[in-house]
């Protein structure tokens, strides 16, 4: 087994061993029956279900909900001075960060499948066709990639697991509440709705969203790949460089 395996592999039984995994998997659907039995009735969005508008932000929810366990990843191999044990062997010096890169995609797709299989129970669709569904599934990964990299590399940043993921809940909750996520952005106050239409969660939505029907607006797939795009690149050189200081 090469070395980026087998760190790979451990992320990942790291993950099941203490409930993350779990977690995981169940939060999409507890967060799309939820919000479907709560808002269903009260939000208003016209010609569409509720669960069709709806699925893409529990998809968008979901991969950033694993993407954020990174941070927890991080800071452990952190704290355990993983970084220290590898330079011995003759492993590449970004080879944690790859391997917990990898098993977060693995984790990602796997979410990813029951956040559209529980979607279809309540109606949601993918009717755009192949093509749009292969984009579905590429966009929803490429965020949580670039989440994943953000995350990596704050908890690479600090000595306690918890504090690191605790650091990033609560903004991607405002984020999540703050989008058009669950509600179209004529629900919100005048002065807050250019926030909500051009933060990147709402962008992503709605991207992911018009990927589901074939009809996808090119602005906002060009924000969503520029948001993910620009984070990739800042955040994955913090991490690479703080890696290689170890």
């Known amino acids: 087994m090469s070395g980026l395996a087998a760190l790979t592999e451990r992320s990942l039984m790291d993950a099941a061993r203490d409930g993350g995994l779990i977690f995981e998997l169940v939060s999409p659907v507890a967060y799309l029956a939820g919000l479907t039995v709560a808002l269903s009735g009260l939000v208003d969005t016209g010609s569409v279900s509720y669960a069709q508008y709806l699925v893409p932000a ?77 984009a579905f599934v590429l966009m929803a990964l490429f965020l949580c990639s670039a989440v994943a990299l ?69 602005g906002n797939l060009a924000a969503s790949l520029a948001w993910c795009s620009g984070m990739m690149l800042v955040f994955g050189a913090i991490t690479l460089r703080m890696q290689r200081r170890r």
Do not use: C
Request: no cysteine; aromatic share 10%; net charge positive.
């Open 58 to 134: 529990v998809v968008v929810q979901s991969m950033i909900f694993v993407a954020l366990f990174t941070a927890d990843r991080a800071a452990r191999d952190h704290q355990f001075g993983l970084g220290k044990v590898l330079r011995a062997l003759p492993i590449a010096a970004v080879a944690p960060v790859a391997g917990r890169m990898a098993a977060t995609l693995m984790r990602g797709a796997l979410v990813l499948l029951v956040a559209v299989l529980a979607g279809y129970a309540f109606g949601f669709r993918m009717s755009g066709g192949p093509g749009y569904g292969v």
């Open 150 to 218: 953000f995350a990596d590399a704050v908890g690479s940043s600090t000595n306690s697991a918890q504090g690191a993921t605790h650091l990033l809940f609560v903004p991607q909750l405002m984020l999540f509440f703050l989008s058009t996520g669950i509600a179209p952005e004529e629900t919100f106050p005048g002065w807050l709705r250019p926030f909500v239409r051009n933060q990147p969660v709402s962008l992503v939505v709605e991207t992911l969203r018009g990927l589901a029907t074939g009809h996808v607006a090119a």
